[in-house]
């Protein structure tokens, strides 16, 4: 007799949720997505993301990957400078490892044309296709543009029983944000330090530097990062305190490109806005524990990160990975479904804990003139400039995560 097919309930179908339901149905379960917005209101949202190459696995995995190609905007070269101790590092495709080739430089053991340190993908596309994928895979249900209902009794710690004339939910995926009323129902707990900066976005037309550069600029009121998106347009993300951006948020386009000029190396000069700046604050922020019986948390329900890096949303997909990973076991008869979620909250607590205290310690390190801070911070940008097997080990940990998972 055959044995029946796992049922997964996922709350939120951002970017994170989403991926999460088309790699669960992908591991042979079926799943039910809900979300309060309608799918016209998940994809308006002006955002890009920079994704790096554990993000590229799980998109090549899912068969989005080369339908987002057209889309992607490459950056072969990150350059890393502190404009307070006025030094710059470079970071290149040589020195990426092997493992993080595109599929068209695997055969080989150099990077070609089509390597990259990182890519960066508008929000507009990637919804797009994401859910045209979900409305057409038949072993998921969407319910989008109504509120989210209450979880299953009993997925959420409780010990109520399952009602008997309803098929039980195996797993709950919490991936409804920050504010997550999921994790609040459940009862589980939510540490947040706010940081004294905030972030903001923005994209503009610029001019100055080459089409497949990005820019890690470390400044005494915080870190800010210039991505492309192909042609003449970027991505600004801006950390300085939040009451600043609040103001430079309020601003009129002329008056806020004549405060960006102030900002940007010299040789990089923005001609226009291409959206509205938004502001808000950041914080480092985590749940513990990241499952309880039957419920999971991913993404921005699990955690949030400084932005420096660009490490939120490539963390937020390495739950998604590991996910599918032990999805696929219970699928296939190797792991009990009611053991997933302890296996899931265990085994992304390291590589949560590496990047939450990595982007901090960036953070604090480099947002500051502090005396007794600028020798370490010359001295590691010269180790970084010199070392070619340093830069190397940096990339990788950047691009893959410090705990990279083991390829099933």
């Given at each position: 007799?055959?044995?029946?097919?796992?049922?997964?309930?996922?709350?939120?179908?951002?970017?994170?949720?989403?991926?999460?339901?088309?790699?669960?149905?992908?591991?042979?379960?079926?799943?039910?997505?809900?979300?309060?917005?309608?799918?016209?209101?998940?994809?308006?949202?002006?955002?890009?993301?920079?994704?790096?190459?554990?993000?590229?696995?799980?998109?090549?995995?899912?068969?989005?990957?080369?339908?987002?190609?057209?889309?992607?905007?490459?950056?072969?070269?990150?350059?890393?400078?502190?404009?307070?101790?006025?030094?710059?590092?470079?970071?290149?495709?040589?020195?990426?490892?092997?493992?993080?080739?595109?599929?068209?430089?695997?055969?080989?053991?150099?990077?070609?044309?089509?390597?990259?340190?990182?890519?960066?993908?508008?929000?507009?596309?990637?919804?797009?296709?994401?859910?045209?994928?979900?409305?057409?895979?038949?072993?998921?249900?969407?319910?989008?543009?109504?509120?989210?209902?209450?979880?299953?009794?009993?997925?959420?710690?409780?010990?109520?029983?399952?009602?008997?004339?309803?098929?039980?939910?195996?797993?709950?995926?919490?991936?409804?944000?920050?504010?997550?009323?999921?994790?609040?129902?459940?009862?589980?707990?939510?540490?947040?330090?706010?940081?004294?900066?905030?972030?903001?976005?923005?994209?503009?037309?610029?001019?100055?530097?080459?089409?497949?550069?990005?820019?890690?600029?470390?400044?005494?009121?915080?870190?800010?990062?210039?991505?492309?998106?192909?042609?003449?347009?970027?991505?600004?993300?801006?950390?300085?305190?939040?009451?600043?951006?609040?103001?430079?948020?309020?601003?009129?386009?002329?008056?806020?490109?004549?405060?960006?000029?102030?900002?940007?190396?010299?040789?990089?000069?923005?001609?226009?806005?291409?959206?509205?700046?938004?502001?808000?604050?950041?914080?480092?922020?985590?749940?513990?524990?990241?499952?309880?019986?039957?419920?999971?948390?991913?993404?921005?329900?699990?955690?949030?990160?400084?932005?420096?890096?660009?490490?939120?949303?490539?963390?937020?997909?390495?739950?998604?990975?590991?996910?599918?990973?032990?999805?696929?076991?219970?699928?296939?008869?190797?792991?009990?479904?009611?053991?997933?979620?302890?296996?899931?909250?265990?085994?992304?607590?390291?590589?949560?804990?590496?990047?939450?205290?990595?982007?901090?310690?960036?953070?604090?390190?480099?947002?500051?003139r502090h005396p007794l801070l600028l020798p370490l911070r010359r001295l590691a940008l010269a180790a970084l400039a010199r070392m070619a097997?340093?830069?190397?080990?940096?990339?990788?940990a950047m691009t893959d995560g410090p705990c990279r998972l083991r390829r099933?």
């Amino acid at each position: 007799m055959e044995s029946q097919q796992l049922q997964a309930r996922v709350h939120g179908a951002g970017p994170t949720g989403a991926l999460a339901a088309l790699a669960l149905a992908q591991a042979g379960w079926r799943v039910e997505l809900l979300d309060p917005l309608d799918a016209a209101g998940l994809g308006q949202r002006s955002r890009a993301y920079a994704l790096t190459h554990s993000s590229r696995e799980l998109l090549e995995g899912l068969g989005l990957w080369q339908p987002l190609a057209a889309h992607l905007a490459p950056f072969r070269r990150l350059e890393l400078c502190d404009r307070a101790l006025h030094r710059q590092v470079s970071f290149s495709t040589a020195d990426l490892g092997t493992a993080n080739l595109g599929p068209a430089d695997r055969v080989g053991t150099a990077p070609g044309a089509d390597a990259a340190v990182g890519w960066v993908l508008q929000h507009g596309p990637l919804m797009a296709l994401v859910l045209e994928r979900l409305q057409g895979d038949p072993a998921i249900t969407l319910r989008l543009g109504e509120p989210l209902a209450p979880a299953e009794p009993g997925s959420l710690g409780t010990a109520t029983p399952e009602p008997a004339n309803r098929d039980p939910i195996d797993l709950v995926v919490a991936a409804d944000g920050s504010a997550s009323p999921t994790r609040r129902q459940a009862g589980l707990a939510w540490y947040s330090r706010p940081y004294r900066q905030g972030c903001l976005t923005v994209q503009v037309r610029l001019r100055g530097s080459a089409p497949d550069q990005a820019w890690e600029l470390f400044r005494p009121e915080g870190p800010f990062a210039v991505l492309p998106l192909g042609g003449d347009a970027w991505q600004l993300v801006w950390s300085a305190p939040l009451q600043r951006l609040r103001q430079l948020e309020a601003l009129d386009p002329v008056a806020f490109l004549d405060q960006l000029a102030g900002v940007l190396p010299e040789q990089l000069q923005a001609e226009a806005l291409l959206d509205q700046p938004r502001a808000w604050p950041v914080a480092l922020e985590l749940a513990w524990p990241l499952a309880r019986r039957r419920l999971v948390l991913v993404g921005e329900a699990a955690h949030r990160c400084h932005p420096v890096g660009g490490q939120g949303l490539n963390l937020c997909w390495r739950d998604v990975a590991l996910l599918q990973k032990l999805a696929a076991r219970a699928a296939a008869g190797r792991l009990r479904p009611a053991a997933l979620p302890r296996a899931y909250g265990w085994g992304r607590l390291p590589d949560l804990l590496a990047i939450l205290l990595a982007t901090d310690a960036l953070v604090r390190l480099f947002s500051n003139r502090h005396p007794l801070l600028l020798p370490l911070r010359r001295l590691a940008l010269a180790a970084l400039a010199r070392m070619a097997w340093l830069r190397r080990l940096s990339l990788a940990a950047m691009t893959d995560g410090p705990c990279r998972l083991r390829r099933g």
